[in-house]
């Protein structure tokens, strides 16, 4: 019966010219899509919903970030996401509220890799990018390897990246140990409590960025003081 009534409606708008105008499909989710919202992801859905980035970008850019950030319209699988950062450097749309409105071109992963200063140089409309770093999952603090697309929409630079399956590393590793503690914990966890863990984890993220930039700046200092006390190289005698 309700099938029939939502055909009878369809039929009646048709005929009156009041039919909605259709929508266009949705990053993940629907039946063109190459991954549900509930898959991991991989690089076709990351390109797949980069291409729905850029358009919803065209067509409303506050709406797009809102959606971004929040992982709405089909901008979310299980570990994909979106992020933008605009042209003063600062996130725009990311999923963890730590990083939503800072300036994040100086970030960097624990290698030294500083991806989103990179990211903003070389972005190009209508292109496609990729990079590869080291960065955790949502609602964890264990860095994981990561791809991520990115291109320019607008005067936003946005990307959509893909966690790899063994970024772990061996499976009695402490990284490895580490994260299926964090898995077990966030599958047990009451939820009254998850609000309260998520917050921890990403607070925690956040020290544990702070404390890489700080060391990966002493590391710097100490290579410019080794190479001002480095005695210079010999010079060729005169002929």
Known sequence: ???????????????????????????????????????????????????????????????????????????????????????????????NPILQGQNVRDLHDSNGTYFIRRMMETAKAGTVAEIRYLFPKPGSTVALQKTTYYTRAGDQVCGVGVYDSDGAGPADSPVARMAQLRDRLDAEMPPALRGNWTAFLEALNAETGAKAAAMAKARAGLQAAEAALAPPPPTAPDD
């Open 1 to 95: 019966m309700a099938l029939l009534r939502s055909v009878f409606v369809a039929s009646l708008l048709a005929a009156i010219g009041l039919a909605a105008t259709p929508q266009p499909g949705r990053a993940c989710g629907d039946g063109e899509a190459p991954v549900s919202c509930g898959d991991a992801g991989s690089e076709a859905s990351a390109k797949w919903m980069l291409e729905h980035v850029v358009a919803a970008i065209a067509a409303d850019a506050p709406a797009a970030l809102t959606h971004f950030t929040k992982g709405e319209a089909g901008f979310r699988t299980a570990d994909t996401y979106v992020f933008c950062v605009g042209p003063d450097g600062v996130m725009s749309a990311h999923p």
